[in-house]
C-alpha cells in the first residue's frame, strides 16, 4: 500500500509518515507542497491514497483537491486538516475526496482511517461531521459587535448606562456611544424600544 503525504508543516509531515512506516504493508511518500504532489502523481509510482493538507502552498481551498484528482491515474485522494470546518468537509466528499481527516485524529484511528480509504471506502469521523453546528445566527446580532450585543444585554435588563459601564469595566460616556450606535442599527429611539426590539428577535 503506497501513500503519499502532502503538508508543509515538517513536523507533522515527519510525524505521518513514521506512524504509517511502521505498518509492515505501508509505505510513504512526503512533499510540503501541492506542485511536488502533483509531480509525484504524475510520475511511475502508483498511490493508492493521498493526503493533502487543506492550508499547504497551492491549494487554494478545495481548487487543490480538484486538481489532485484530475492528476494520474484516479488516485484516491484525501484533505487533511486542523482547521477546516464541517461544511469544508461535507463539500470535499461531495467533490469526490476519498475522506477529511482532521489533525486531532489519534494515531490508531488515522492509520485505521488511511487503510479504509486506500481499499476504496470514504471516511470522515463521525464525531466531526455529527457535531453540534454553532447556533443559528441571528439576524439583528448579525448587525451588532460584541461590545454593542453586551450593552444590549444591559439595556434589555433594565440597567443604566452607569450599571452597564461598571459590569464590563467601560467608561460610561463609551456606553452612550455604543448605545447611540447600536440605536441607529437596529432601528430604535430609546432603550425601551432597543430593549422591545432585542427581546422580539430572541437575542436575550
Given at each position: 500500500m503506497?501513500?503519499?503525504?502532502?503538508?508543509?508543516?515538517?513536523?507533522?509531515?515527519?510525524?505521518?509518515?513514521?506512524?504509517?512506516?511502521?505498518?509492515?504493508?505501508?509505505?510513504?511518500?512526503?512533499?510540503?507542497?501541492?506542485d511536488?504532489?502533483?509531480?509525484?502523481?504524475?510520475?511511475?509510482?502508483?498511490?493508492?491514497?493521498?493526503?493533502?493538507?487543506?492550508?499547504?502552498?497551492?491549494?487554494?481551498?478545495?481548487?487543490?483537491?480538484?486538481?489532485?484528482?484530475?492528476?494520474?491515474?484516479?488516485?484516491?485522494?484525501?484533505?487533511?486538516?486542523?482547521?477546516?470546518?464541517?461544511?469544508?468537509?461535507?463539500?470535499a466528499?461531495?467533490?469526490?475526496?476519498?475522506?477529511?481527516?482532521?489533525?486531532?485524529?489519534?494515531?490508531?484511528?488515522?492509520?485505521?482511517?488511511?487503510?479504509?480509504?486506500?481499499?476504496?471506502?470514504?471516511?470522515?469521523?463521525?464525531?466531526?461531521?455529527?457535531?453540534?453546528?454553532?447556533?443559528?445566527?441571528?439576524?439583528?446580532?448579525?448587525?451588532?459587535?460584541?461590545?454593542?450585543?453586551?450593552?444590549?444585554?444591559?439595556?434589555?435588563?433594565?440597567?443604566?448606562?452607569?450599571?452597564?459601564?461598571?459590569?464590563?469595566?467601560?467608561?460610561?460616556?463609551?456606553?452612550?456611544l455604543?448605545?447611540?450606535?447600536?440605536?441607529?442599527?437596529?432601528g430604535?429611539?430609546?432603550?425601551?424600544?432597543?430593549?422591545?426590539?432585542?427581546?422580539?428577535?430572541?437575542?436575550?
Amino acid at each position: 500500500m503506497k501513500i503519499l503525504i502532502a503538508d508543509d508543516h515538517d513536523l507533522l509531515r515527519d510525524t505521518l509518515v513514521a506512524f504509517l512506516d511502521a505498518e509492515p504493508d505501508i509505505e510513504t511518500a512526503s512533499v510540503g507542497d501541492l506542485d511536488a504532489a502533483l509531480s509525484l502523481i504524475d510520475g511511475e509510482t502508483a498511490f493508492d491514497l493521498v493526503l493533502l493538507d487543506f492550508n499547504m502552498p497551492g491549494m487554494n481551498g478545495l481548487s487543490g483537491l480538484d486538481r489532485a484528482l484530475a492528476h494520474g491515474g484516479g488516485q484516491r485522494v484525501a484533505l487533511m486538516s486542523g482547521v477546516a470546518t464541517r461544511e469544508i468537509a461535507e463539500k470535499a466528499l461531495a467533490a469526490g475526496a476519498a475522506g477529511f481527516l482532521p489533525k486531532t485524529l489519534a494515531a490508531k484511528s488515522l492509520v485505521n482511517a488511511v487503510r479504509f480509504m486506500a481499499m476504496g471506502e470514504q471516511y470522515a469521523p463521525l464525531d466531526f461531521m455529527t457535531a453540534a453546528e454553532d447556533a443559528p445566527r441571528n439576524a439583528l446580532a448579525d448587525k451588532l459587535s460584541k461590545r454593542e450585543l453586551q450593552v444590549l444585554e444591559g439595556l434589555t435588563e433594565g440597567k443604566s448606562n452607569k450599571e452597564i459601564a461598571r459590569d464590563l469595566d467601560l467608561q460610561e460616556p463609551t456606553i452612550k456611544l455604543h448605545v447611540k450606535t447600536l440605536y441607529r442599527k437596529i432601528g430604535a429611539s430609546n432603550r425601551t424600544q432597543a430593549a422591545m426590539i432585542a427581546k422580539d428577535a430572541g437575542l436575550f
